[in-house]
């Protein structure tokens, strides 16, 4: 299974490099080498969570996930996305932004490609922080199976019975965020973090729509076979919702790489190729943790992913005034993510000691 799960992650990897040596020399090499490995550690809280919501898809979707999914992550997420901020922000033709991205010495009214997607970076930063800090919200404010850091969660999910109290806390933060960080970019950055609420309420609603397919499977099953339609058909056209939502969830991630990057390079496909390789090992490493039920065996991982993701949000509405380091933000998630990890462990060894001790007391 993980030959044929990370088979393509390492083939891809391995074209990467060669054609990086090739066409960059050692330097170039070494530099997408490092992109590469700077992608993985700041996105393994990215590949738990996706997880949690590929899992409630079927195996196509899932394929779909790692195929047209690694596209959309390498190309549109790495390469077109921030080409189109930098336009929308500073106001530029989208082929002067093309010219400025292709030649990183080349300057429009004395700024570089990399110093105006930098200087975009208040808008890009509200808009993730606050789509990411709604994700949180929602999973600690919610009822859960299993709680983790019981003494903050289980009254956490008591006022979380009110209802859009996550909205509600978001607004504020922004509202706070605005105010403490932006400075003359106030507006911009209200303005970017109420569509990045926007489009978690969006793209959420309309997630749900898989949630209820699931409670019909069997009468769409049915009924598909009835009117000789395929099951695929039915749940691709459920899960459809849950895929925009992990692509969006994807490109909230990378914003804070994507950024980060110019520090280390300043050739956008350079970039776009590290970031890539390190995306389709995210993509791969989601998809091994649904087939080996990880999950399921490791009841915390979601919880640590969860509140590295929190840890995220915050820092991206930080960054709006203050520069946080790379491996800060990467090191916070691997702290959290092994902290429940090792929770986990611990929880097994005690149920299976439990499990244990039954038999021997009856």
């Known amino acids: 299974m993980f030959l044929r799960t990370f088979g393509w992650s390492f083939a891809i990897t391995i074209a990467g490099l060669i054609a990086a040596g090739l066409i960059w020399g050692a330097e170039g090499f070494g530099v997408v080498l490092i992109l590469s490995i700077l992608e993985i550690s700041l996105s393994f809280d990215n590949a738990v969570v996706n997880a949690t919501v590929l899992k409630r898809m079927n195996p196509f979707w899932q394929k779909i996930f790692l195929t047209v999914g690694v596209l959309i992550a390498v190309f549109g997420m790495r390469l077109v996305f921030p080409l189109l901020v930098v336009a929308l922000t500073a106001h530029l033709n989208p082929a002067t932004v093309v010219q400025l991205a292709l030649d990183s010495s080349k300057t429009h009214d004395g700024h570089t490609y990399a110093q105006y997607l930098e200087m975009a970076n208040p808008a890009i930063a509200a808009f993730g922080g606050i789509f990411l800090l709604m994700i949180f919200l929602d999973f600690i404010l919610e009822e859960k199976e299993f709680n983790w850091l019981r003494w903050l969660e289980k009254p956490l999910e008591k006022i979380g019975k009110l209802d859009a109290l996550s909205s509600v806390i978001a607004l504020v933060l922004l509202a706070l965020s605005a105010r403490l960080f932006a400075g003359d970019r106030a507006e911009t950055v209200l303005l970017a973090g109420v569509c990045g609420l926007a489009t978690y309420l969006a793209v959420n609603g309309l997630s749900g729509v898989f949630e209820s397919g699931l409670e019909e499977q069997e009468e769409a099953e049915h009924e598909a076979e009835r009117k000789g339609k395929s099951i695929v058909q039915v749940g691709g056209k459920a899960a459809f919702f849950l895929f925009l939502y992990l692509e969006v969830l994807d490109a909230s991630f990378s914003f804070d790489g994507v950024v980060g990057a110019f520090a280390i390079s300043q050739d956008i496909f350079q970039i776009t190729l590290g970031l890539g390789i390190g995306a389709m090992y995210i993509r791969s490493l989601t998809v091994f943790l649904v087939r080996k039920g990880t999950l399921d065996d490791y009841v915390y991982l979601e919880h640590g992913a969860h509140y590295a993701i929190g840890a995220l949000s915050l820092i991206l509405l930080a960054s709006i005034k203050f520069h946080v380091p790379e491996i800060v933000t990467g090191l916070i998630g691997v ?28």
């Open 335 to 362: 702290a959290f993510i092994g902290a429940a990890l090792a929770s986990s462990m611990v929880r097994n060894k005690r149920e299976q000691a439990l499990e244990g001790a039954e038999p021997a007391e009856s």
